[in-house]
């Protein structure tokens, strides 16, 4: 104990990082670099309804983008970010069950949405997803007819022959062309509009930037910011499904 007490005596953040207002602000901080990183992430997905050219020409700058080093950086701090959410968030979940270690006789949630109530399994289901998201479409080992399509050569609709780059195109619609991969993309997104509805404004509450004037707008703020994540991502492996996008 003494040795634990003159470490973090020595590491202020690690003292900080050890209060409950402490691990609230790396859950709220973690988050808001989430859905940064989620906006940005949409944008270049919404090329896929400009055509191959477009979104084949974005990721092949993506990849090229700082000699390479770029994404690789991008991916630690990603990684770092969702591990210190996912653990952060269960260390939390710990100390207010240990803080109550008895349920209330009657559960009265009235002042709670849905939302915050399904933020642990939310969270869970994503983080299910993002792991299978990166093997499917990062690391490519689950869905070997996406990772053909992305090998393949592809024609551009000018006539000029084969793409020199990644066949990206292709890929996300082999691989959003099975109903079952569509339906669990779409199922993870409405979760993900559900957690970031109620993350959203606690965040910004928890890192001082809300009050009780602002915390209604930050909560209709979350909502629509929410439901404009879903209604994009969820709209690529739907168009696929309904012959909207179709491999070339």
């Known amino acids: 104990m003494a040795a634990r007490n003159a470490f973090l005596s020595a590491n202020p953040l690690a003292a900080y990082y050890g209060t409950t207002i402490g691990k609230k602000a790396v859950v709220a901080a973690t988050g808001l670099i989430l859905i940064g990183f989620l ?40 990684l770092a970010s969702v591990v210190l959410h996912v ?18 006789a009657v559960a ?27 093997l499917h479409y990062t690391v490519r080992t689950v869905h070997a007819a996406a990772t053909a399509a992305h090998e393949a050569s592809l024609a ?19 691989g959003f062309s099975h109903p079952g991969v569509s339906f669990f993309y779409v199922l993870s997104m409405f979760l993900l509009c559900l957690h970031l509805s109620h993350g959203f404004q606690s965040a910004f509450q928890t890192l001082g930037l809300s ?3 602002m915390k209604p707008t930050w909560g209709k703020v979350g909502i629509a910011v929410s439901w404009l994540l879903f209604v994009g991502f969820a709209s690529i492996p739907v168009a696929v499904l309904t012959g909207h996008l179709k491999a070339l």
């Open 39 to 78: 906006f940005i992430h949409l944008a270049g997905n919404l090329l896929m309804f400009q055509g191959p050219e477009a979104i084949n020409t974005y990721a092949e700058w993506l990849e090229d983008l700082g000699h390479g080093a770029a994404k690789w950086v991008v991916r630690a701090v990603l």
């Open 87 to 104: 653990v952060t968030t269960a260390r939390l979940t710990r100390e207010n069950r240990a803080a109550r270690p008895q349920k209330y």
């Open 108 to 134: 009265a949630p009235q002042r709670s949405t849905v939302a915050s109530r399904s933020m642990i399994l939310s969270g869970l289901t994503l983080l299910s997803f993002i792991i299978y998201h990166l």
């Open 156 to 174: 551009t609709p000018g006539g000029n022959g084969a793409f020199a780059g990644e066949n990206v195109y292709n890929m996300v619609v082999a």
């Open 211 to 213: 009050n009780a004037r």
